[in-house]
């Protein structure tokens, strides 16, 4: 059974530092997903990361894939205040998801 | 992408009655999905739903609580039945949509949130 842990779960950083959020999954994941959840909204696809190695990059965020450590990360780059958000990442077995448990994210001024 | 409307956005509900979601995507998609989000939590799948027979459920979920419909591609239902305060939640309609390089996508749609008093 796919199991999905991500840290920190919550995160408060300054405007214009940069910072990481890591995802570790349990067993083979054939893709990893990074979404997006504002307070009251649904959830925004942001990244979907599909083999070793794999990385890819919006605005001031960058996702990236290892699969032989079961590990994927979001880098914050000189954060700003609209990126406050929840992210959540979530791997796929077969075809059904398996979330972690979010990152709630705010950037202070 | 995909995009998708649920129905009703929100509703306060009687224990002991029965509300039924309806998702709407504005393409044929092959696999939809059930999610539900308890307050401050994060997401877990009740379902998913199959067009043409029984949707498929994960443990912890069952077909008389959470009884689900799939008429066709683009249409799907998820009725909360007998419900009580542990219920309150948001539910998600999800698809799933093959891009290119044959990897799949998965879109969400806004959420039902449902409060049981």
């Known amino acids: 059974e796919l199991k999905v842990e991500q840290n920190p779960l919550f995160l408060s950083m300054q405007e214009g530092k940069n910072y990481t959020i890591y995802c570790n999954y349990s067993?083979?994941?054939?893709?990893l997903y990074w979404y997006r959840q504002d307070p009251g909204k649904s959830l925004e696809s942001l990244f979907v990361?599909?083999?070793?190695?794999a990385v890819k990059q919006e605005g001031r965020l960058m996702a990236s894939l290892d699969t032989k450590a079961r590990l994927s990360t979001l880098h914050i780059t000189a954060a700003v205040h609209d990126l406050s958000a929840t992210y959540f990442c979530?791997?796929?077995?077969?075809?059904?998801?398996?979330f972690g448990e979010g990152t709630q994210l705010t950037v202070n001024p | 992408s995909a995009v998708i409307s649920q129905k009703p956005s929100r509703d306060i509900c009687q224990r002991g009655t029965s509300l039924t979601i309806q998702c709407q995507v504005d393409?044929?998609?092959?696999?939809m999905f059930w999610y539900r989000q308890q307050p401050g939590q994060s997401l877990t799948l009740i379902a998913t739903?199959?067009?043409?027979?029984?949707?498929?459920?994960e443990s912890g979920f069952v077909i008389d609580k959470f009884p689900i419909s799939r008429p066709n591609l683009t249409f799907s239902t998820l009725t909360v039945s007998n419900m009580s305060p542990e219920d309150s939640s948001i539910y998600l309609c999800?698809?799933?949509?093959?891009?290119?390089?044959?990897?799949?996508?998965?879109?969400f749609g806004p959420g039902t949130r449902l409060t049981v008093l």
């Open positions: 999800s698809v799933g949509v093959y891009g290119s390089s044959s990897y799949n996508e998965q879109f």
């Open positions: 067993t083979t994941s054939d893709r």
């Open positions: 990361l599909l083999s070793n190695g």
């Open positions: 979530a791997g796929r077995s077969g075809s059904r998801l398996t």
């Open positions: 393409s044929q998609v092959t696999m």
């Open positions: 739903a199959n067009q043409g027979s029984e949707a498929t459920y």
